[in-house]
């Protein structure tokens, strides 16, 4: 699946002070206490912080409840994201930087972009890496500059109203507005700490869950887990840890997020304009 799609679970809001680095998560995945299965809602506690000891079923809720509101409130936002792939059978390291917007408020109507601009190897050489991925009405869409070419995915069948970000309903599944009923019944639910990693160092202080699919649900397919922290100032996503079924794993890491309208600049990344005369468009409907 395109580097969107690896996103899974990857919106971000960051703040700007430091905390100590996170320790490790235990090695063979999440294993603090587990949020029971879906129950009725508790009152949402946006920007709430748990106390220094491990969460509590409760508190896990609260977190996802908080979760929740603040992405339904949420109508456009736009930040730059890296993306960091490391290849189980390889160990090579690979990085993307660019730009990620998100416009629509909750709903099938959501558009989300990614923006690539920079590739970076496994040796730290940086080259120009200029792609567009944009989800919106259904389909992905994949814009190759360089190759003057564009792929068009049709996700999602063509009548079908669907919420591009919840868990069991959308083929994207970011943790925007992802109504916490949804994600208990997908996920298996724990509180845990982030993996080591560079892209923390300037992490603000956060709430971090690890998220098991459920079996034969649609992330089971090709996810271990996912470990997600959401910022205690905002209730929204600041960074992800997705380990596949094959064992790679991606890093996400957003930051400089501007919420509010959004500019000429990203408002054109979601209102992608028809490809241009002389380029080649592979258009890939569902099959019946």
């Not at 120009?128 to 500059?145: A, M, V």
């Not at 298996?188 to 923390?200: M, N, R």
């Not at 600041?238 to 996400?252: F, K, L, N, Q």
Request: aromatic fraction near 2%.
């Amino acid at each position: 699946m395109p580097p969107l799609a690896v996103l899974a679970l990857a919106v971000a809001c960051s703040a700007h002070h430091d905390v100590p680095p996170m320790q490790a998560s235990p090695a063979d995945g999440c294993q603090e206490k587990a949020a029971p299965a879906p129950s009725a809602p508790t009152p949402p506690a946006v920007g709430g912080a748990p106390s220094q000891s491990a969460p509590t079923a409760e508190a896990i809720e609260r977190i996802l409840d908080a979760a929740e509101a603040a992405g339904m409130q949420l109508d456009a936002m736009a930040c730059t994201v890296v993306i960091e792939k490391r290849d189980a059978l390889t160990d090579d390291v690979e990085r993307r930087r660019g730009r990620l917007v998100l416009q629509g408020s909750s709903g099938p109507s959501r558009r989300i972009a990614l923006r690539i601009d920079q590739f970076i190897d496994g040796t730290g050489r940086a080259s120009e890496d200029h792609r567009l991925f944009l989800y919106r009405d259904g389909w992905l869409i994949e814009r190759d500059d360089a190759r003057r070419q564009q792929i068009e995915r049709q996700l999602v069948a063509e009548g079908t109203s669907m919420d591009p970000l919840q868990p069991g309903e959308g083929p994207l599944a970011l943790p925007v507005g992802a109504r916490r009923s949804e994600v208990l019944a997908n996920y298996t639910v724990t509180a845990t700490t982030l993996p080591e990693s560079p892209l923390w160092k300037d992490l603000p202080a956060s709430d971090v869950l690890c998220l098991v699919p459920r079996a034969s649900t649609p992330a089971a397919r090709d996810s271990k887990r996912l470990i997600v922290a959401w910022d205690r100032a905002t209730a929204l996503p600041i960074a992800v840890v997705r380990d596949s079924t094959e064992g790679d794993r991606t890093i996400a890491r957003l930051r400089a997020v501007e919420v509010g309208p959004l500019n000429d600049a990203d408002r054109m990344l979601v209102d992608l304009p028809a490809a241009a005369e002389g380029w080649t468009v592979d258009r890939r409907p569902l099959k019946p």
